[in-house]
């Protein structure tokens, strides 16, 4: 980036850098005007890598509209928002990687048949079978490698919403150069490392322990017991390719849509129209009813 500007919002805290002819009035995530010009902090951490956009504007901004007019069940003034000012941003996130070793417990459950007879109704004796499980308690170590585990490093966007647009493809990662923002807007990492290494350390856990359930062997599992432990830590700050959208409508609410800048999977949860919702409940209540009626007569 040649010439810089930094703003923070006042309004979801992110911290926002665009080239000064790009300056903004009003937040990319959140659409909130509260956006204070402020001058750089020095000691923020350097991105490392970054994942370049491959989904053009034209393309994000159809899928945003798409995803807008088909949410029938939400507000019409949410329908009707206008859908315009979607904006590519180098979200910044944190790529964590770890060894993993873990122990872990479970109870098996083998499966068998039992045959047996009994006597029916009409007092006639049948065989019959029936399945049955027999429980053993299984003790085991898992060690593997946990590697491409994202969180997000941004105030602005919550780790919910970059999990519901991931994967990356990590393949294509760059080595950061200021040139490859260039017309781009790009967030500096509002959340500290510590901060993003709690989430990743969560989520890699998260995955052993998925992992550990598709090793286990017989025909049912539970009480699965893991206690994992990461060792050589590594996490990287990059910056992830998102196109953003803070549709404001009605009483001032926001809801956001986001599209991966990579492989355009859309992530966002329409507003709900609770007037919507009754009609269709009552409609439904009055076809059963009707249904009912109707077979009685
Ligand atoms: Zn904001």
Redesign the pocket.
């Known amino acids: 980036m040649s010439e810089v500007v930094e703003f923070s919002?006042g309004?979801?805290?992110?911290q926002i850098q665009v080239e000064a002819h790009l300056r903004t009035a009003t937040?990319p995530?959140?659409a909130?005007p509260?956006?204070v010009e402020r001058p750089r902090e020095a000691g923020r951490p350097q991105p490392d890598f970054v994942l370049a956009f491959i989904v053009p504007h034209e393309q994000a901004l159809a899928a945003a509209r798409r995803w807008v007019r088909r949410a029938w069940l939400a507000p019409e003034a949410f329908r009707k928002a206008k859908v315009d000012a979607i904006r590519g941003i180098y979200v910044p996130s944190y790529l964590f990687s770890a060894a993993a070793h873990a122990e872990y417990t479970a109870r098996i459950g083998e499966n068998y048949t039992v045959t047996y007879t009994t006597t029916d109704s009409k007092g006639r004796t049948v065989t019959r079978t029936r399945t049955e499980t027999e429980w053993h308690t299984l003790a085991g170590s898992y060690s593997a490698y946990v590697s491409d585990v994202v969180v997000t490093a941004s105030r602005?966007i919550g780790n919910h919403e970059l999990e519901g647009v991931e994967p990356f493809d990590l393949r294509a990662l760059h080595r950061y150069s200021p040139r490859l923002l260039s017309g781009w807007i790009a967030e500096e990492a509002s959340m500290t490392a510590e901060v993003c290494r709690e989430l990743a350390v969560a989520e890699a856990m998260a995955e052993v322990q998925r992992r550990i359930m598709t090793i286990l062997p017989g025909d049912r599992q539970s009480d699965l017991q893991v206690s994992a432990r990461l060792a050589d830590i590594a996490q990287i700050l990059m910056l992830a390719p998102v196109w953003v959208l803070p549709v404001r409508f009605a009483d001032d609410r926001v809801v956001r849509l986001l599209v991966n800048g990579q492989t355009g999977k859309v992530f966002g949860k329409p507003p709900r129209s609770w007037v919507k919702i009754g009609a269709l409940v009552l409609l439904s209540v009055g076809l059963v009813v009707g249904g009912v009626l109707l077979a009685q007569r």
């Open positions: 919002c309004s979801c805290g992110s937040c995530y959140c909130s509260a956006v602005g």
